[in-house]
C-alpha cells in the first residue's frame, strides 16, 4: 500500500496543534492565575535584588533547587540587665493571663512586664487562657519558669501566686493597649494602682503592626526583654517542636532539609473578607489555590516540602497537595504517642505553640493570612537571623524574584525586632 503524503503531513500538523494547544491550556491555567494574584505590592516591593544582597539583609542559596536563601547570623540583644537600675521594694502586685496564642503572649508579656517595672510592683506569674471554654493552662504547662524568673531577675520581682490575705475580688481591673507607654501608664494606670494597691492588667489591640518608632522611651529596653528575653518553651512542648521540625527535615532530603512553613488556617479564611478593597485591591488573606501558584511563580520545585499551621486536613487544601504534595500540617507529624495531649482539640493553646515556634524556624515563612501572628512570627524570626518572610503580592511583570516579594519588615528594616536587637 502507498503512503499518501498528504495525509502523513495533515497527521504531523495536526499533532503539532495538539501539542501547542496543551502548552497554551498549561500556560493560561498556571501562570495567566499566577499574574492575577493580588496582594500589598505598594508595601512588598523594594527596587531590586542587589539592595537587599548589598544590605546583607538576604543571600540566595545556590546549592539547592528553587529560591531558598541562607540565613543570617542570630542577632544579639540590645538591652543589657546592667543598664536596669535595682528593683525598688515592692508596693504591689500586678496579674495578667496569658490568651489566645504565643502571638498575644509575647506582646501581653512586654506590657505586664513594663508596668510592673515602672510601678514598682511585683509581677504574678500569670495563667494561660485558650479562647475556647475550658482551655486553661497554668503556665508551666507551656512555659519555662524557671528560666523565665531568671530573665527578670533584677528588672521585676516575680511572684508565683498572690499571697492568701490578697483576694482575686480586690484586684482593680486595667485595660492597656499593646506596647504601652509611659505617659499612658502614668496617666491611666498608676492613679489606679495607687488607690487599689493591687491591679489586673488587660492588653486590647488597637492595631497589629509591629513597625518600630522613631520615637524613644525610657520603658524601651524593658519592653524588647519583655517581649524576646522573657518566654521559652518548657522541655516537653519544645522536644515536641523539635522532633517535628526532624522529620520535615527528614521528608525535604531533595531540598538540603529545607522547608516552607504557611500560617494558612481554613477556618480563618472562611471568617475573612479575602477580597480586595478600595483602589489598591489589597488583600488580607490567600487561599490554598494562591499560595500555591505563589510559590510555584517565585521558583519553589514541586518536591518542596510545606507545613501549614492547619490542625487537621481539610479538602481545601487539595489543590495545594496537587501541585506540593509534600504538604503536611500538624497530625501527619507528629509524634504518635504525643497526639493525645497535644492534640486533644483543635485550635488549643499547645497546637498554637506548635504553630508559632515552627513557623518561626522553618526555613522559609509565608504568611497566608495578615496579622498579630504574621508580625510576631516575623519579630522572632529576625531575631534568629532568619529574614526569609515572603508575602504574596501582585507585582506587574514576570522577570519579579523572590527578594521582590520580602516581607516589608524585613526589607525595610522597619520591624520593633530590629529596635531590640543589634
Known sequence: MGIDLRQVVAGILTLTMFVMLGQMIKRDHFDSLQDKLPGEAQDVQVDNANVIEKDGLVKLSKGSKGPWMKDSQELKPCWSRTTFDG???SRGYVTFSLTNGPEYHVSQMADAVVAARYLAAALVLPDIRGSRPGDERNFEDIYDVEKFMKSLDGVVKVVKQLPNEISIRDLAAVKVPNRVTEDHIVENVQPIFKSKGNIRLATYFPTVNMRKTTQKSSVDSVSCLGMFGTLELQPEVSEVVDSMIERLRTLSRKSDGLFIAVDLRVDVLENKNCHGSGTNVAKSCYNAQEIALF????GFDTDTTIYLTQSKWDNSLS???DIFPKTYTKENIMPEEKKGKFLEFEGSELEKVIDFYI??????????????????????RIALGKPQILVPADIPGTSATVTN????YVAKKNHLAYSCFC
Open 319 to 321: 489543590v495545594l497537595k
Open 295 to 298: 510559590l510555584r511563580k517565585v
Open 359 to 380: 513557623c518561626s524556624k522553618s526555613d522559609v515563612f509565608v504568611p497566608a493570612l495578615s496579622g498579630l501572628f504574621y508580625a510576631n512570627v516575623a519579630g522572632k
Open 405 to 408: 516579594y520580602l516581607s516589608p
Open 87 to 89: 528593683i525598688e521594694q
